[in-house]
């Protein structure tokens, strides 16, 4: 099957740690993308990736890291200088098209609680 | 500011009835304009665009969305609603220099009762 898979599915973390949450497509997308989904608040984007060993910080990037060593994965590591990591995580890809025509497409997301 | 914005936290709707989510851009240039779908602890699903051309879109699920330039707009339509249909819902906008950043609304839960 083409898609995005994400996991794991549910994270617990306790306070200080670091923790990577991984996310592979194998649609041969060039971009990559990770969201943060709070209730009420819709998606705001982390961090995004348009080539390999290249990626742009999003609008709330503060506390997060990221790597693209290869084209299929992006993951993406919540350090402990997130003070509010609790919420849901979705990572898409796209691929550029012509003029940005394509879709953006997601994965079932993990859900990250901090404990 | 570049942005999109849906007006309704929450659509009611009986099953049966038409049903509309409204969703409203602020963009520079020409937009590209998505409509997604959201399950409960799922990802989004796409539904449909609009690009260019035609300014009523048809997608998944007998859903369709008319694009309005003159009031910056893109709402999502149904013309009889299922309960199965319940979800939350978001517009969101392509944009950026080279068209690789998408912006979303805060989401619109709409409710079908049977």
């Known amino acids: 099957d083409g898609g995005i898979t994400q996991s794991p599915k549910y994270l617990f973390r306790k306070e200080g740690q670091n923790v990577t949450l991984s996310c592979e497509q194998n649609l041969n997308h060039d971009a990559m993308y990770w969201y943060r989904q709070d209730p009420g608040q819709g998606l705001r984007l982390i961090y995004y990736?348009?080539?390999?060993?290249?990626?742009q910080k999003g609008d709330i990037a503060e506390g997060y890291s990221v790597s693209r060593e290869k084209k299929e994965s992006f993951p993406l590591t919540v350090t402990s200088a997130q003070k509010n990591p609790t919420a849901f995580y979705l990572c898409a890809s796209s691929s550029p098209g012509t003029g940005g025509t394509d879709t953006q497409y997601f994965g079932p997301g993990t859900r990250l609680t901090v404990l | 500011a570049q942005s999109v914005a849906q007006p309704e936290d929450q659509v009611n709707v009986a099953e049966g009835n038409p049903l509309t989510v409204k969703c409203t851009y602020s963009?520079?240039?020409?937009?590209?304009l998505f409509w997604y779908v959201q399950y409960p602890n799922r990802g989004l699903q796409f539904l449909l665009k609009y690009i260019t051309g035609d300014n009523l879109v048809k997608g998944s699920y007998g859903f369709e969305a008319e694009f309005n330039k003159s009031q910056t707009s893109f709402h999502l339509k149904k013309p009889s609603a299922l309960v199965s249909d319940s979800a939350l819902y978001f517009c969101a906008v392509r944009m950026g220099s080279n068209f690789n950043k998408f912006y979303f609304g805060s989401g619109t839960k709409l409710n079908v009762k049977p």
């Open positions: 963009v520079s240039g020409n937009p590209y």
């Open positions: 990736s348009q080539i390999v060993n290249d990626f």
